[in-house]
């Protein structure tokens, strides 16, 4: 019966921190939304439209057009086609994918990365029609952004285009990190090895194997562990404001600058939280699932 009641609290421990994992930061950026991005990113009168469209157009023309970028505007119905076939291209790609598998578990697989890639997919290409969000499209140089809704994100994205002109900063933009299939890799392994293992004491871990005081310390720094692998972006998202906020000030009148800045402001902290809110998930999934797996937090009673 002792046994069985292990069983069920070490299950009820992997569900409940699974589940403490994912919420923490979809709770924790919806609070950042409703305060900080609700004070930082007010919508655009026609006015203000008109002047970020305006010195956005003005920086395209003078720094980027004759290099072969482009700007891909999300309020022209023509352009949101080659965003939607783009998206078909992809859905197309996972389909080869998946008739071309070698086993039931790769195909398994790749039905799984097909879900996961496209539902992100669809997510960022509807916020970009809402003009929500923008992102730099770095196989065709183009910034995609609603100029009807949101002109101001395009020197964030312009921003980004500076970078991946730097030969060594896109070498290693486009390493291991910005790698799904790693991060999915990486992410799925210390999040379970956290929620498998129950915790050793001091005087276990001296007599413990190497492996054993291995797979502990993955345990014990998850939350750090997966804080860390996304610091990179961070760094990166955090580049492309500096560089953005530099070239808004030789675009944008001095006027209407405050607005821009406040944009800028309010997408570096968004990025620079993120790691802290899924790394705290980490931590406290790994916590809540101690507690319920020792029986010190028991769902049955
Ligand atoms: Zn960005």
Redesign the pocket.
């Known amino acids: 019966m002792e046994k069985k009641n292990n069983t069920i609290n070490a299950a009820a421990g992997l569900l409940s921190g699974y589940g403490v994992y994912k919420l923490t930061p979809i709770v924790c950026n919806k609070i950042r939304r409703a305060t900080i991005t609700r004070f930082l990113d007010t919508p655009l009168n026609a006015e203000q439209v008109a002047v970020y469209k305006q010195a956005g157009q003005d920086l395209f023309e003078s720094k980027f057009k004759s290099k072969g970028y482009s700007i891909l505007d999300a309020s022209n119905p023509e352009q949101v086609e080659i965003l939607e076939n783009s998206l078909k291209s992809l859905e197309q790609h996972y389909d080869n994918k998946i008739a071309s598998s070698k086993n039931f578990i790769s195909r398994l697989y790749n039905k799984y990365m097909k879900r996961i890639v496209m539902k992100d997919n669809l997510i960022s290409h509807n916020q970009v029609l809402e003009g929500t969000n ?3 499209w770095v196989k065709k140089g183009a910034v995609v952004v609603n100029m009807e809704k949101k002109p101001t994100y395009l020197f ?2 312009f ?2 285009a500076i970078d991946y002109s730097n030969k060594y900063l896109a070498q290693s933009m486009s390493s291991l990190w910005r790698n799904k299939r790693f991060k999915n890799i990486l992410f799925s392994t210390v999040m379970l090895t956290a929620l498998l293992t129950n915790p050793k004491s001091k005087e276990d871990l001296e007599h413990a194997s190497n492996r054993e005081k291995f797979v502990q310390s993955v345990k014990k720094n998850s939350g750090l562990i997966l804080g860390a692998y996304l610091l990179p972006s961070t760094l ?2 955090c580049l ?2 500096i560089n953005g906020q530099k070239l808004a000030k030789e675009f944008v009148p001095k006027a209407h600058m405050p607005k821009i800045t406040k944009t800028n402001l309010n ?1 570096a902290i968004g ?1 620079i939280l993120y790691p802290l809110f899924v790394g705290g998930g980490m931590y406290l999934a790994n916590k809540v699932r101690d507690k319920i797996a020792e029986g010190k937090l028991n769902c049955f009673s």
């Open positions: 923008a992102f730099y964030h994205e921003g980004h990166e998202e492309a404001n997408s990025y």
